[in-house]
């Protein structure tokens, strides 16, 4: 920010730029207002702050309110046309609410549902453009001391520049459709709850950190980044870390007056409106009014098979229209009533009041298996103690319009997954009787086609065949999918599905007691009987058992299940249970997490006093390692980031230090805690060209999902490939082929390290390359008994524990614990650490050559001059001298680096500088490097 040394603080500021001044000079209207209360001796204030002084302003403001914990009252001036969209709900109930009534999911739904929907009409996006959302929310309600009423607000901002005329066509849409998925006891009506004249830009911003007299301030609750995806047409919304924001550099990009916001292209099916709202000024343009009519059809199109939404008034008429709906299904369409079927079993926490994510989940499930079960999920809803029929239509529209299917979703699986977990007994059930059914249906079309789709109901949830080509089959066994190749489901037909079989035959056999053998239904038994017992031994034959599989492969098939696989870069699995780091919870796994990997040990809440004889020897252990606090504080934290797959700070760790300095030991460590998670590498993978990595190789497939991913020493002036480097350290993808599959490209989510007593050449020296680059010098030595080494080259002695290689599996599962915990706390974020900052910047002087040498041979010096071929003559020499035969910088880089130390260079050269020759004098400023 601006040097605020002109200006003892913010008051004294503040005055100097009060309207009553400022606006008799500029005859400008007020940009900044501070909002009195006479009672709490507030006093108010207008004032012009211009925009070059607004980084002065923004530094004081940060340092008052931020540092100082000062209170402050201020509002800020909307800009007209390059502003972001501004949000202010205002929410008011009956006095008697003491809680606070909408939670997170009210706002993820009304921005993904509503506002991001919306903007799709307004905005043509363009992907791998981000931009961010940031919502505002006061610690608690404010119950108002006169009784009155309660209140609460949401304020949001939305990354985009958007004029005015937009935000009100934008808030009469939200106005008039919110009440399609909020329910609130609100006493106000929606248009005063959605702030008319911020959307108009009539009306003042709060400044973040500021308040009203006697209320709140607003803070920060939720931060997403959002991006479009152009395959589908859907919005990619990421939640970070709040922490990420540094108010002390980004305070300002929280400000109604930032307008560095990214600005998308009007789509044109919006122009219209736009143009008649510019002309009417923001009144916004009524349209005729439909009655919302809507039918859904089956497949028979000649029958009378259609329903009409309106008519559906009470339970008979909703359950008549679902039977119609299931009596028109085929028999290959037995997964729909299925999925109604499970649906129907999910427990109240499903459809009850508060069950608004829970639900809507079960509707993206329900879409994603066939468009015909909306009436499913109505059923399932209508449960609720507060349904009304009369919104049926309502809930069709948000069923067409924002229930799409989404890659990485929920499907029929899930379904029945919640089923199992929430209502075991009823799952039981429904999956008994369907079975049942389906094993009839075989009697008369005894097909291996038939007795697949029989298989594919008794085991759906657990088996999953990936790949057509090849017959590659996987289980869901241990939270987890692992590889099966179908060996386990043959042996599945040949016990469980032969023992299903048989216990028909078995019952039918029990009937036939009870008939006459000239009884019909004595012979309908006995043919049941019959083509029961020859299915049953086909069920055991190996070319009946192959063409069975060869049938359900394309009925258990996920195409999507590669590209899911192991791509939830918050979850980690364990031999018990799923780690989710986001929400900070240990659970089972489940068959849509799409995990793969596992760390291979269990997991355990990490309890200090359970624990803590394990983990004092763990904090020893790391602490001889890493005898310097702040660095070790630093290298925990960047332990538990590695659980995280993403490289949130991007950054490349090296692992410097000499022999028996413990880091083989740290990395086996690391490899214990990981298990699958943890992936050796080529160092080359660095050193050579991008297509020397190329995009077929099973090397490169086999990393995706791994965390962890660690380079042994590279060869003595090996050279790093800043690019690919710099890649697999960003927020990439990478692509590679398995044996015998199609070629994938997956995210990175490993976190690249190398362990090494030598250093790369690194030949860049722009700033992406060096910013990622993090030294972790490992200062310990590790001595034999009786072995000691000059404490002034080694200060950081330590006898070797020869059983510490037997120790590390045995810590390996409360280590994980500890990381998980730090995991947790940090999500992922490690700060900054002077030690290996100071060595990052040492590594790059070494390698900086032309920095070097301007540090060493170049000084400002009044009334003195440079000029460039005498200073290109300087370099050469001393170049040659240091560096010997290595490639020389070129003479326009050591040129554009003096300009950018010392000003642009006149013709003849600088200006002010000099070489140091004798390396004497008395000089206004030796550069420091």
């Known amino acids: 920010m601006t040097a605020t040394s002109q200006f003892k603080d913010l008051n004294e500021f503040l005055a100097k730029h ?36 607004l980084a002065t302003f923004m530094s004081l403001y940060y340092q008052n309110v931020f540092v100082k914990k000062k209170l402050e009252y201020l509002t800020e001036k909307q800009l007209e046309n390059n502003g972001p969209i501004l949000i202010d709900i205002d929410m008011r109930y009956s006095i008697d609410i003491e809680t606070r009534q909408h939670s997170r999911e009210h706002i993820l739904d009304m921005l993904n549902l509503l506002y991001l929907e919306e903007l799709k009409e307004f905005l043509i996006f363009e992907p791998n453009k981000t931009f961010p959302i940031y919502v505002f929310e006061k610690p608690d309600v404010n119950r108002l001391a006169d009784g009155s009423l309660t209140k ?61 007299p006697g209320n709140q301030a607003y803070e920060l609750t ?40 990214i600005k998308f292209e009007l789509n044109p099916k919006i122009k219209e409106e736009y143009e008649e709202r510019a002309k009417n000024g923001t009144k916004k343009t009524k349209k005729p009014s439909s009655k919302n009519k809507v039918k859904l059809l089956c497949n028979d199109q000649e029958s ?87 919104t049926i239509p309502n809930l069709y529209y948000q069923w067409t319009r924002y229930f799409k299917d989404r890659p990485n979703g929920v499907t029929l699986r899930s379904i029945m997954y919640w089923a199992k977990q929430d209502a075991f007994d009823e799952y039981e059930r429904v999956k008994k009787t369907t079975r049942d059914y389906y ?28 790949s057509l080509v090849n017959k590659s089959w996987y289980i869901f066994k241990d939270h987890r999918w692992e590889l099966d190749r179908g060996e386990t489901l043959r042996m599945f037909i040949s016990v469980e599905m032969y023992n299903a079989y048989q216990s028909k035959v078995n019952s039918w056999m029990n009937e036939m007691q009870h008939y006459d053998p000239t009884d019909e239904r004595y012979a309908s038994m006995s043919k049941r009987v019959k083509i029961g017992t020859e299915i049953s031994s086909r069920l055991k034959r190996t070319n009946d058992k192959n063409n069975i599989m060869r049938e359900a492969a394309a009925l258990f098939f996920d195409k999507d299940f590669d590209k899911n696989m192991d791509s939830n870069k918050w979850l980690m699995c364990f031999k018990n249970g799923v780690i989710d780091i986001k929400n900070r919870i240990f659970r089972d796994g489940m068959p849509l997490d799409y995990i793969t990997k596992s760390t291979n040990i269990n997991y355990e809440h990490f309890d200090g006093e359970k624990h803590g004889e394990m983990s004092q020897q763990i904090l020893k252990f790391m602490e001889q390692l890493f005898p310097i606090k702040t660095l070790n504080t630093y ?7 590695v659980l995280i797959g993403e490289n949130i700070n991007q950054t490349f760790n090296i692992y410097r230090g000499s022999g028996s300095n413990g880091k083989s030991m740290f990395t086996e460590l690391l490899r214990y805690a990981l298990g699958e998670y943890y992936s050796e590498i080529p160092v080359t993978l660095v050193t050579e060209k991008r297509p020397g990595i190329g995009g077929t190789s099973s090397e490169i497939i086999q990393l995706k999902g791994v965390r962890y991913a660690v380079m042994q020493e590279p060869s003595k002036d090996a050279r790093i490939n800043e690019g690919m480097m710099k890649q697999l350290t960003g927020d990439s993808t990478l692509s590679g082929r398995a044996l015998y599959h199609e070629q994938e490209t997956f995210a990175i989510q490993f976190h690249l390290v190398l362990c090494t007593n030598t250093l ?43 059983s510490l290689k037997d120790k590390l599996k045995t810590w390996a599962e409360v280590f994980a614990s500890m990381l998980v915990k730090l995991a947790f706390e940090k999500q992922g974020v490690v700060d900054e650490c002077d030690i290996v900052k100071a060595s990052s910047n040492k590594y790059r002087q070494g390698q900086d050559h032309i920095s070097a040498f301007v540090g060493e041979m170049v000084g400002k010096k009044e009334g003195k001059s440079v000029k460039r071929n005498e200073l290109w003559e300087q370099f050469k020499m001393w170049f040659q001298e240091q560096q010997g035969n290595r490639k020389m910088p070129k003479g326009v880089e050591l040129y554009e680096y003096m300009d950018n130390k010392f000003g642009k260079g006149k013709r003849d050269g600088w200006h002010g500088v000099e070489i140091l020759y004798d390396q004497e004098g008395d000089y206004d400023d030796v550069n420091e490097l």
């Not at 400022?22 to 006479?38: A, L, W």
């Not at 369409?333 to 079993?345: D, G, L, N, R």
């Open 760 to 802: 790369f050449e690194v030949m860049s020296n722009d700033d992406g390359t060096w910013r990622r680059i993090r030294i972790c010098d490992f200062l310990s030595k590790f001595v034999n008994p009786g072995e000691k080494f000059q404490l002034s080259d080694n200060p950081y002695q330590f006898p070797k524990d020869f």
């Open 222 to 261: 939720q931060y997403y980044l959002v991006s479009y995806d152009s395959r589908d047409g859907e919005f990619m919304v990421e939640e970070r870390n709040k922490a990420e924001i540094d108010l002390s550099k980004d305070l300002y990009k929280l400000s109604a007056q930032y307008d560095q916001h």
């Open 152 to 212: 609460d607000g949401v304020h949001i901002i939305i990354g985009i520049q958007l004029d005015h005329i937009l935000q009100m066509m934008l808030r009469d849409r939200i106005v008039s459709k919110i009440d399609e998925i909020w329910e609130l006891p609100l006493i106000n009506g929606w248009d005063a709850v959605f702030d008319e004249g911020i959307s108009k830009g009539t009306t003042n911003w709060q400044m973040y950190g500021s308040r009203k």
């Open 439 to 466: 094993i009839e249906e075989t009697l008369s079309c005894p097909t291996e086609f038939d007795f697949a789709i029989v298989l594919h109901h008794m085991c759906k949830e657990k088996y999953v065949c990936n």
């Open 635 to 641: 290298m925990w934290q960047h332990l538990a980031s």
């Open 18 to 53: 009060s309207a009553k001044i400022e606006k008799k000079e500029s005859n400008v209207s007020p940009t900044h207002t501070r909002i009195p209360d006479q009672n709490l001796n507030i006093y108010g204030g207008s004032y012009i702050i211009p925009r070059e002084e």
């Open 304 to 390: 009378d098979n259609t329903i009409q939404l309106e008519d559906i008034t009470d339970a008979d008429k909703l359950k008549q229209a679902v039977d119609k709906t299931m009596s028109e299904l085929t028999f290959n369409e037995y997964y729909i009533k299925e999925a109604h079927e499970y649906t129907q079993v999910l427990p109240a926490k499903y459809y009850e009041p508060g069950s608004h994510l829970l639900n809507r989940q079960v509707a993206f499930a329900l879409k994603h298996t066939d468009e015909r079960l909306f009436l499913s999920w109505v059923m399932l809803r209508s449960k609720a103690s507060d349904f009304d029929y009369s």
